[in-house]
C-alpha cells in the first residue's frame, strides 16, 4: 500500500507541475495538449485511489485508520485539482476571447460614408414613450400645484378676513342676542375656521410630500416611480375636492 499511495503522491505532484504550465500556455492548441496530458495522469490518479481503497478495507485494525485518513487526503487533492483545471481553462479561455476581439477591432477597416443601421429594440422605444408621457404628466402636476397653491391662498384671505371680522363682533359687542347663544355662535364659527385651517394644512402638507416624491423620481430616472407618483397626485387631488 505505501508504495501505491508515494507512486499516486508523486503523479499528483506531478500534475501540480503541468497546471503552472497551463497557465502559460500562450493559445488554445497548447493548452488542449497540456489538458490533455493532465487528464490522462488523474485517470491513472482516480484508479490508484480506487484501488487504495480496496487496500485499505483488507488492513489490519490497527492500521485501518491512519491509511484511511492518508487515502481521503489524497482523494481531496484529486478533486481539487479537477476543480482548480476547469477554473484555469475558463479563464484561459476568456482571456483568449478578449485577445481576439482586441485583435479584430484593430484590424478591422472604416471607410467614409459607409451605411449604417441603427437598430432600436422595443424595450428603448417603451422607454421612450414612458418618458414623454412622464414629462406630459410633470406639466400637468406643476399646473394642478399652481392651481392648489392659489386656491389655498384664496381660501388662507378668506378665512382671515372671517376670523378678523368674528373678533372685531366680539370685542365691538355688536351681537345683541343672548350672551349664550352669543357664544354658541362663536364657538361655531371658531369651529368652522378650526376645520378649514387643517384641511389647508391637510392639502399643503398632501402637495409637499407629493412634489419630494416628485424630486426624488426625477433625481433617480425612474420612470415607473414618476408614473406612480403622479397618479397617486391625480387621485388625491380628486378625493380632496369632491
Not at 488492513?59 to 485508520?65: G, L, P
Not at 429594440?121 to 397653491?149: C, K, P, T, W, Y
Given at each position: 500500500m505505501d508504495s501505491l499511495y508515494h507512486k499516486t503522491n508523486a503523479q499528483l505532484q506531478e500534475v501540480h507541475f503541468t497546471m503552472g504550465k497551463l497557465e502559460q500556455a500562450k493559445d488554445e492548441a497548447e493548452a488542449q495538449a497540456i489538458i490533455g496530458d493532465i487528464q490522462l495522469r488523474m485517470r491513472s490518479i482516480d484508479e490508484a485511489c480506487q484501488r487504495l481503497d480496496l487496500i485499505v478495507s483488507k488492513e489490519a485494525v490497527q492500521k485501518r485508520q491512519n491509511a484511511k485518513y492518508k487515502v481521503d487526503q489524497l482523494k481531496f487533492d484529486c478533486r481539487n485539482v479537477h476543480t482548480a483545471m476547469g477554473s484555469v481553462f475558463t479563464r484561459l479561455t476568456n482571456r483568449w476571447r478578449a485577445t481576439a476581439?482586441?485583435?479584430?477591432?484593430?484590424?478591422?477597416?472604416?471607410?467614409?460614408?459607409?451605411?449604417?443601421?441603427?437598430?432600436?429594440?422595443?424595450?428603448?422605444?417603451?422607454?421612450?414613450?414612458?418618458?414623454?408621457?412622464?414629462?406630459?404628466?410633470?406639466?400637468?402636476?406643476?399646473?394642478?400645484?399652481?392651481?392648489?397653491?392659489?386656491?389655498?391662498?384664496?381660501?388662507?384671505?378668506?378665512?382671515?378676513?372671517?376670523?378678523?371680522?368674528?373678533?372685531?363682533?366680539?370685542?365691538?359687542?355688536?351681537?345683541?342676542?343672548?350672551?349664550?347663544?352669543?357664544?354658541?355662535?362663536?364657538?361655531?364659527?371658531?369651529?368652522h375656521l378650526r376645520r378649514w385651517l387643517r384641511l389647508c394644512l391637510h392639502i399643503h402638507v398632501h402637495f409637499l410630500q407629493v412634489l419630494a416624491r416628485l424630486i426624488e423620481a426625477l433625481t433617480t430616472r425612474c420612470v415607473d416611480n414618476l408614473c406612480w407618483v403622479i397618479c397617486m397626485y391625480k387621485l388625491g387631488l380628486e378625493l380632496l375636492f369632491i
Amino acid at each position: 500500500m505505501d508504495s501505491l499511495y508515494h507512486k499516486t503522491n508523486a503523479q499528483l505532484q506531478e500534475v501540480h507541475f503541468t497546471m503552472g504550465k497551463l497557465e502559460q500556455a500562450k493559445d488554445e492548441a497548447e493548452a488542449q495538449a497540456i489538458i490533455g496530458d493532465i487528464q490522462l495522469r488523474m485517470r491513472s490518479i482516480d484508479e490508484a485511489c480506487q484501488r487504495l481503497d480496496l487496500i485499505v478495507s483488507k488492513e489490519a485494525v490497527q492500521k485501518r485508520q491512519n491509511a484511511k485518513y492518508k487515502v481521503d487526503q489524497l482523494k481531496f487533492d484529486c478533486r481539487n485539482v479537477h476543480t482548480a483545471m476547469g477554473s484555469v481553462f475558463t479563464r484561459l479561455t476568456n482571456r483568449w476571447r478578449a485577445t481576439a476581439e482586441r485583435e479584430e477591432l484593430l484590424t478591422q477597416r472604416f471607410r467614409a460614408n459607409e451605411p449604417t443601421a441603427l437598430t432600436i429594440d422595443d424595450a428603448e422605444l417603451l422607454i421612450n414613450d414612458g418618458m414623454h408621457r412622464s414629462h406630459r404628466g410633470v406639466d400637468n402636476l406643476i399646473d394642478q400645484g399652481q392651481a392648489v397653491l392659489e386656491s389655498l391662498r384664496h381660501q388662507h384671505n378668506m378665512l382671515r378676513g372671517v376670523k378678523g371680522k368674528i373678533m372685531t363682533w366680539q370685542d365691538a359687542g355688536t351681537l345683541r342676542n343672548d350672551p349664550k347663544n352669543d357664544r354658541e355662535e362663536i364657538r361655531r364659527r371658531l369651529d368652522h375656521l378650526r376645520r378649514w385651517l387643517r384641511l389647508c394644512l391637510h392639502i399643503h402638507v398632501h402637495f409637499l410630500q407629493v412634489l419630494a416624491r416628485l424630486i426624488e423620481a426625477l433625481t433617480t430616472r425612474c420612470v415607473d416611480n414618476l408614473c406612480w407618483v403622479i397618479c397617486m397626485y391625480k387621485l388625491g387631488l380628486e378625493l380632496l375636492f369632491i
